[in-house]
């Protein structure tokens, strides 16, 4: 039981790296939208799926 809140902050570090990564991706240039939906709608559950298995 004490390996799921570490888990729990891995998966929260990933959540801000990716907004921050799109946050200056969309500042500094024209950024398609569809790349921001798939990693918000595949790829995040999957890392989700994968850090708690």
Sequence with gaps: ????????????LILLAMTASYYF?????????WTLLFDFT???PLIYWWLYR
């Design 1 to 12: 039981m004490a390996i799921l809140p570490q888990r729990r902050c891995w998966f929260v």
């Design 25 to 33: 991706a969309f500042r500094l240039r024209a950024v398609p939208e």
């Design 42 to 44: 595949v790829t995040l």
